[in-house]
């Protein structure tokens, strides 16, 4: 049975720093490509970073660019989301998801077929 489970949400202060986890269980992560995305209400699930399961790249959006770092540990089957320097803008509820067809990843969810469950990340100004 696939699992990918979040962990690491929560409310922080502008300019504090939280670390996302997104544990798989029923596939192996390195044999994916790996994407953190972020969800509002009433917007569209956007993707905010992503890593490649051919060589290990990272990709970014501009707006997290500096701030937020993307890293896989493989024995744990585990992916994160390092995020610095929280913005109050930053605030959504934060989704991990995997693809099999987008090797270097991607920022459409439609390419993504597992995802995590969601965890909320709500940054105060």
């Known amino acids: 049975e696939v699992h990918f489970v979040e962990v690491g949400g929560g409310l922080v202060q502008a300019g504090g720093s939280l670390r996302l986890s997104c544990k798989a269980s029923g596939f192996t992560v390195d044999d994916y490509a790996i994407g953190w995305f972020r969800q509002v209400p009433g917007k569209e699930r956007e993707g905010v970073s992503c890593i490649s399961s051919s060589d290990g790249s990272t990709y970014y959006r501009d707006s997290v660019k500096g701030r937020f770092t993307i890293s896989s540990d493989n024995a744990k089957n585990t992916v994160y989301l390092q995020m610095n320097s929280l913005k109050p803008e930053d605030t959504a509820v934060y989704y991990c998801?995997?693809?099999?067809?987008?090797?270097?990843?991607?920022?459409?969810?439609?390419?993504?077929?597992?995802w995590g469950q969601g965890t909320q990340v709500t940054v105060s100004s």
């Open positions: 998801g995997a693809t099999s067809t987008a090797y270097r990843g991607s920022y459409y969810p439609g390419d993504y077929s597992y």
